[in-house]
């Protein structure tokens, strides 16, 4: 592994002293327990012994899951069957020294194994239980399977993504699932702190569904008070313009923004149309939307004379906002990514080691670190269920 690539980890962690219990299955719990560990936090994932589904899910090295690996990161598996009431005892004695238990079941299927929040804080009154479902633990949705994609369906994302004569456009990546992973990781350190304010711990509700609408930014309160609906507009947006993807002469793209009205003077100027800046209409971004199409014709015809590194040139130059259209193996020859570290090489004893998306934000002080990737099934059973929990 290159050196650049070790972390140190000679600073202190900001959740070592968080114990979480991970339930959770596939994607948005695990995430979310994925993010606490990266700062530390001792994470026991408890697995079916058939294992978390994510096993099965995409990618595979030499049958080693790449998708598990990153997502769950930093944790121990123990393997556990919940629904065996012989492993209750197990069960409880874990959850009674933790801090947080995380899970992403239908709601009240803890409840039929007898671990309702109820009996979980009799046990333990100081535990923080997350729960992340499709659309809730209440409401007549509560008991629909809830997934990712029937949030980017639901939240309005999908009926405004895609080329305006096109059909509605799903992520190809679990995007309402990442966003429901932050937010249960965010109400469960919530939770944490407000537990020295209130003596106990409580349960937080995450749904899927709602974190993908509150992403949505404010499509709510525009239609509450001027009744618009969002369009599809391909890669362009009704808020501001010049705001699309565009070709190179080499046949690259590149993705132009000018959300003020002072950058889209500059990119005017840098293809060769002044003129369009002294148009009533360019002083706010809804005036230059509804001449979108001017804007694009301009933009596409002097963009597509040159090559990709000089069109990225000239509007750095120009102090103008534009950046390459990248695919993934783009992201890892890119020297501000290799500078900041984005992504890292970690050891692993299957796959020698693995690269992966690093830890999002940096602490100054107390920096998060991917210590090793996710385990094989049931790698810590005798470990943790013997009392060794580090």
Request: glycine share 10%; hydrophobic share 40%.
């Amino acid at each position: 592994m290159p050196e650049e690539d070790v972390v140190p980890d000679s600073t202190p962690a900001p959740l070592a002293d968080v114990k979480v219990i991970d339930i959770g299955t596939l994607l948005a719990a695990p995430f979310a327990a994925a993010m606490l560990g990266d700062f530390g936090a001792e994470v026991i994932k408890i697995e079916h012994p058939t294992g978390d589904p994510l096993r099965g899910y995409g990618y595979q090295c030499d049958d080693v899951p790449l998708l598990w690996k990153s997502v769950n990161r930093n944790k121990k598996s123990v393997v556990l069957d919940l629904k065996d009431p012989q492993n209750h005892r197990r069960f409880m004695d874990l959850v009674t020294g933790a801090d947080v238990l995380i899970e992403n079941f239908r709601p009240g299927t803890l409840e039929r194994w007898g671990f309702s929040p109820e009996v979980l804080h009799k046990a333990n009154p100081d535990l923080v239980v997350t729960r992340v479902t499709g659309f809730g633990q209440d409401g007549p949705y509560a008991n629909r399977p809830g997934f990712g994609t029937l949030a980017e369906a639901m939240s309005g994302l999908a009926a405004m993504s895609g080329e305006r004569d096109g059909p509605p456009l799903l992520p190809a990546f679990p995007l309402a699932d990442v966003m429901a992973g932050v937010q249960a990781a965010c109400a469960t350190l919530i939770a944490l702190h407000a537990r020295r304010r209130i003596g106990r711990g409580q349960v937080a509700d995450v749904s899927i569904t709602e974190a993908m609408i509150a992403a949505m930014g404010a499509q709510v309160t525009a239609y509450d008070k001027l009744g618009v609906i969002p369009r599809r507009v391909g890669s362009g947006s009704d808020n501001n313009a010049p705001r699309n993807v565009y070709r190179c002469a080499d046949g690259r793209w590149v993705a132009v923004s000018a959300p003020a009205r002072s950058v889209a003077e500059r990119v005017v100027r840098l293809v060769g149309r002044p003129e369009l800046a002294g148009e009533p209409w360019f002083a706010s971004g809804r005036g230059r939307v509804s001449h979108r199409a001017v804007l694009d014709d301009a933009l596409g015809e002097y963009i597509g004379r040159f090559r990709r590194d000089e069109v990225i040139a000239a509007f750095e130059d120009a102090g103008a906002a534009v950046a390459p259209i990248y695919a993934v193996d783009d992201v890892l020859r890119d020297p501000h990514f290799l500078a900041r570290q984005a992504t890292v090489a970690v050891p692993d004893d299957e796959l020698d080691s693995v690269r992966m998306p690093n830890v999002a934000f940096r602490l100054s002080e107390t920096p998060g670190r991917i210590r090793w990737p996710g385990p094989r099934l049931g790698e810590h059973t005798d470990d943790v269920l013997n009392g060794d929990h580090r």
